[in-house]
């Protein structure tokens, strides 16, 4: 079962800001940035329990990322 991932208004900002500024770094930054993001994403949705989650940060993407379930 895969669980649904929201992003509170705040952390949807910071990950949008985050990829424009990687691709203003250089161009495609961005996207592989994205691409690191989409791919944890999906990892904790499948098994969220595999991870650290709550106060903690999940840091397999290029920024950290927490979550409660």
Known sequence: ???TILFVTEA???YLNSYWWYEQQQE??????KTK???TLTKISQNPRAY???KR???EA???IY???
Do not use: D
């Open 67 to 69: 979550y409660r379930i």
């Open 57 to 59: 940060p999940f840091r």
């Open 37 to 39: 993001v989409e791919l």
């Open 62 to 64: 290029a920024f950290p």
């Open 12 to 14: 949807n900002e910071e």
């Open 1 to 3: 079962m895969n669980f």
């Open 28 to 33: 495609g930054l961005g996207t592989r940035f």
């Open 52 to 54: 650290k989650y709550g």
